[in-house]
C-alpha cells in the first residue's frame, strides 16, 4: 500500500522526522566525553518532562514492563505488604508483578472503565493503624479501558491517613501527554516507556525516583541485579552506565525532551485534550460507547470503544488492518474481543486524527456496523473548527 500506515494504537506511536534523524548518527563511546554531556541533558530534561525538582530520573534499556520491576525490587522487600489497584489490565500486571517477588498485594478492585476509587484507598489505609502497607500501586492512565486516575487524591488519601507507604505510579501512556505532577502529588517511583508521549520508539525504561524511595532502597531486600539502580545513580554521576546503554534512543530522547520543552508541556497536554474530546465526538456521533464510565476519567491518550452487540472486536481489528492499514488497539483483559482502542497521543496532529476517524468509519461499515459514514468525522470536524 502506498502512502504511510495508520498507527492509531495507543503506542507505540509515530516517531518524528526530527527524532528519526536524531537517532540515525553515528554511535559514540559510551563511556567518552561527548556521551557523558548526552547522559547530563537527559537527565536533567527528564525532570523537567516529570515535572520534578528532587527526584532523580532513571534510564535503563528495557520497556514499561520492565519499569514495575524496578520500581518494585528497589523499594520493597519480600513479605512486605502492598495495596494495589486494579482497574485494568495493566494494573492488573503491575500487581502481579509484585507478587512475583513475594510482595503481599492486597489488590482494591473496581471494574473495568473505572478510575482508581481514592476514598476506598483511603479507608484502607486508615484500616492499617500499624502501617503494614509499605506501597500503594496505582496506574496512571489505565491504556486497557482509557482512564486516568486522579493521583493527587491518591496522595491526599495517604496524607489524610497520615500513611508513610510509598507512592507507586505507573505513567506509560500519561507522561508528556497527560499532566503529571511528581514532586506536587507526593509520587516516589513513577516509571513509563519511551514509546507513547515520549514518540520514540520501543525499548527503555524511564523512572523517576524520589529521596524517599532512594532512602528506601538502602533497605529493600528484593534480589535485585539488572535493575539494581543503585550502580546506575552511581555510574550515572561520572556520564556514564554500569552496562552499555541504548545510544541511539538515547539520541531520540534528547530530540524528543527538546521537542516537548519547544511546544511547551501545557500546550502538548491541551493538544492531546482537544484531539481526545474531538475523538470522543466522533465515537458518540457513530453511535458507538466509550468503556470510561466517568467524563471527568476520561483518557486524552486513547478512547476505548464498546464494539456493539454481535461483532467481535478482534476480527474488527484485523479487518481494519487488512483494508486499510489501520492499525487499533484490542481489547485487554476482561474486554479481549469487546473493545476496540483508538490512540491519540504523541506526535499527532488534527489531520492526522481526521483520517484515523475516517478509516475507523470506513472499516466499521465494511465490517458490517450500522454506521452512518461521515457522522463520526463531521463531529470531530466541527468540534476542531469551534475551538
Ligand atoms: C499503562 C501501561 N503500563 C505498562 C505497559 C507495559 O509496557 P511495555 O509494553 O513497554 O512493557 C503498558 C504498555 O502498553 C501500559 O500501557
Known amino acids: 500500500m502506498s502512502g504511510r500506515p495508520f498507527l492509531q494504537i495507543p503506542g507505540p506511536t509515530l516517531v518524528p522526522e526530527r527524532i528519526v534523524r536524531a537517532m540515525s548518527q553515528s554511535i559514540i563511546d559510551h563511556r567518552g566525553p561527548t556521551f557523558a554531556a548526552l547522559v547530563g541533558d537527559i537527565l536533567v530534561g527528564l525532570k523537567t518532562v516529570f515535572q520534578t525538582q528532587h527526584g532523580q530520573a532513571i534510564v535503563y534499556p528495557g520497556s514499561g514492563t520492565g519499569g514495575w520491576e524496578a520500581a518494585i525490587v528497589n523499594t520493597l522487600s519480600p513479605g512486605d505488604r502492598a495495596l494495589g489497584v486494579v482497574n485494568g489490565h495493566f494494573s492488573n500486571h503491575f500487581c502481579r508483578t509484585a507478587a512475583a517477588h513475594g510482595i503481599e498485594v492486597d489488590r482494591l478492585d473496581v471494574p473495568y472503565g473505572s ?31 482509557g482512564v486516568t486516575s486522579d493521583v493527587a487524591a491518591v496522595r491526599r488519601a495517604l496524607d489524610d491517613a497520615r ?9 506509560v501512556s500519561s507522561l508528556a501527554s497527560i499532566d503529571f505532577r511528581f ?18 520508539p520501543p ?21 535485585r ?33 527538546a521537542m516537548l ?29 466509550i468503556l470510561c464510565r466517568e467524563p471527568r476519567e476520561h483518557s486524552n491518550t486513547l478512547t476505548a470503544v ?31 474481543g469487546k473493545v476496540f482502542r483508538i490512540g491519540h497521543l504523541g506526535s499527532l496532529n488534527e489531520l492526522e486524527l481526521i483520517a484515523g476517524l475516517a478509516g475507523v468509519e470506513m472499516t466499521l461499515k465494511s465490517f458490517g456496523v450500522p454506521v452512518t459514514l461521515g457522522a463520526g468525522v463531521a463531529a470531530a470536524e466541527s468540534y476542531l473548527m469551534d475551538r
Open 183 to 200: 514532586d506536587e502529588w507526593g509520587v516516589d517511583v513513577a516509571l513509563t516507556g519511551p514509546q507513547k508521549g515520549l514518540m520514540l
Open 306 to 336: 464498546v464494539m456493539p452487540a454481535g461483532f467481535d472486536s478482534d476480527a474488527y481489528i484485523a479487518h481494519a488492518n487488512r483494508t486499510l492499514a489501520l492499525s487499533l488497539g484490542v481489547g485487554l483483559g476482561d474486554v479481549k
Open 115 to 145: 478510575g482508581v476509587p481514592a476514598n476506598r484507598v483511603a479507608e484502607r489505609l486508615r484500616a492499617d493503624s500499624t502501617h503494614q502497607i509499605r506501597a500503594v500501586l496505582v496506574v496512571h492512565n489505565e491504556t486497557s479501558t
Open 261 to 289: 520543552q519547544e511546544e511547551g508541556l501545557s500546550q502538548v497536554f491541551a493538544r492531546h485534550a482537544r484531539l481526545a474530546e474531538a475523538c470522543r465526538r466522533a465515537v458518540r456521533a457513530l453511535g458507538l460507547g
Open 225 to 257: 541485579a539488572y535493575w539494581d539502580w543503585g550502580p546506575v545513580l552511581e555510574r550515572n554521576k561520572r556520564g556514564e552506565f554500569p552496562y552499555t546503554p541504548a545510544t541511539a534512543l538515547l539520541f531520540g530522547l534528547r530530540e524528543s525532551i
Open 163 to 171: 500513611h508513610p507507604a510509598l507512592l507507586l505510579v505507573d505513567v
Open 203 to 223: 525499548g527503555l525504561t524511564i523512572l523517576a525516583a524520589s529521596d524517599r524511595a532512594i532512602r528506601a532502597s538502602q533497605a529493600a531486600k528484593c534480589p
